[in-house]
């Protein structure tokens, strides 16, 4: 069996984005795989955070993770810090990350964009992502595209370290993307990734918002005046990022909508559209709000972070031992 990790920041609901890129694929790996999905606190505080909301935050994307399908009997489900290996590694791997690598992160030039300074962790972000996925002897990680240069500095660091350390200190982890195109863009504006942190709430579609919100989003969408239906991410990415989630979410071929909606103008799209996404997400909504306020979500976390420990301490040993650290 192969073991995964993944990990969301709990900086908002979760979009279409998320779900789509992430969050379906989370719950497609756990039947063969051992899997372990993280509500990755610590990176949130990259950025400031009110602490109050944080913390509600953090239940919400793990009663999220678990209302897509995430089941806690075959995966686990925990809070970064609750398990303090990740900070731990977070520090021996930064002492093998370069500053000149770093600095090239297009995540982190896109954040720090036009500040004089910006705080150190915002920069080592990717290097407490690379402990996370290390820690737990990781083979696949399932992320949006936008991740990939992350995986692949996780690659390397961890290639560094054992050419340095020893074979045996890292598994190599691979990336798990999604397929071209199929990265899910900002309502208002097309050529940007939907994003939990845009000011503007109708660029994106959350999870949890109601059928009258998920209406003004889609039908106030931003497409072209060409006025024809048809799948063409340069030219029309406002109607190609509709078509993708409609694909998406119904299970329907692009080229089998660009068919049906043939002679067609956006209204109808953007109508049918709006029914397509209300309907996949109502039993999503109806399972988180089962869940969310339970001593069952906090048994599962408590559990899963007890169960991420065991693992993590075993590799914190093996890593310590190999870098001449402690006793
Ligand atoms: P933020 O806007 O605060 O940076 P985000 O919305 O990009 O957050 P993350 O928590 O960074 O969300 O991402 C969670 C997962 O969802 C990651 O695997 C990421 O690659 C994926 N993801 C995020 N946005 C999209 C998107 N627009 N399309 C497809 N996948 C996405
Ligand atoms: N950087 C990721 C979130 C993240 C992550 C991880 C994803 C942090 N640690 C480990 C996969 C594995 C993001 O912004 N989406």
Aim: hydrophobic fraction near 40%.
């Amino acid at each position: 069996m192969a073991r995964v990790f993944s990990g969301v920041q709990p900086t908002g609901n979760l979009h279409l984005g998320n779900y789509l890129g992430a969050l379906t694929q989370f719950v497609e790996l756990q039947e063969e795989n051992e899997c372990i999905y993280c509500v990755v606190d610590m990176h949130s505080i990259t950025v400031p955070q009110d602490p109050k909301l944080l913390k509600e935050h953090i239940k919400d994307i793990a009663a999220l993770y678990l209302a897509v399908g995430v089941d806690p009997k075959k995966s686990i489900v925990f809070a970064q810090s609750d398990v303090s290996g990740h900070a731990e590694l977070g520090w021996i791997l930064m002492c093998n990350a370069y500053t000149g690598e770093l600095s090239r992160m297009t995540q982190f030039k896109q954040k720090a964009q036009g500040k004089e300074s910006a705080p150190a962790g915002l920069f080592s972000y990717p290097v407490l992502m690379a402990a996370d996925i290390l820690l737990y002897d990781t083979d696949i990680v399932p992320v949006g595209n936008d991740q990939k240069q992350h995986i692949e500095l996780t690659r390397d660091l961890a290639i560094r370290v054992n050419g340095k350390y020893g074979e045996d200190t890292f598994v190599v982890p691979d990336g798990r993307f999604l397929k071209e195109g199929a990265r899910i863009m900002a309502l208002d504006d097309p050529t940007s990734k939907m994003s939990k942190s845009a000011p503007n709430e109708l660029s994106r579609i959350s999870l949890l918002d109601d059928a009258s919100k998920i209406k003004k989003a889609i039908m106030k969408s931003t497409t072209d005046s060409e006025g024809v239906i048809r799948f063409d991410i340069k030219e029309k990415p406002g109607v190609s990022n509709l078509l993708n989630i409609y694909s998406a979410l119904s299970g329907k071929s692009v080229e089998d909508l660009v068919k049906s909606y043939e002679g067609q103008g956006y209204g109808n799209l953007k109508k049918d559209l709006v029914e397509v996404v209300v309907n996949a997400i109502a039993p999503i909504q109806e399972r988180y709000n089962q869940i969310r306020q339970t001593q069952e979500l906090v048994d599962i976390l408590n559990d899963g972070a007890e169960r991420a420990n065991a693992i993590a301490e075993k590799t914190m040993a093996r890593v310590k031992d190999h870098f001449g650290l402690g006793l």
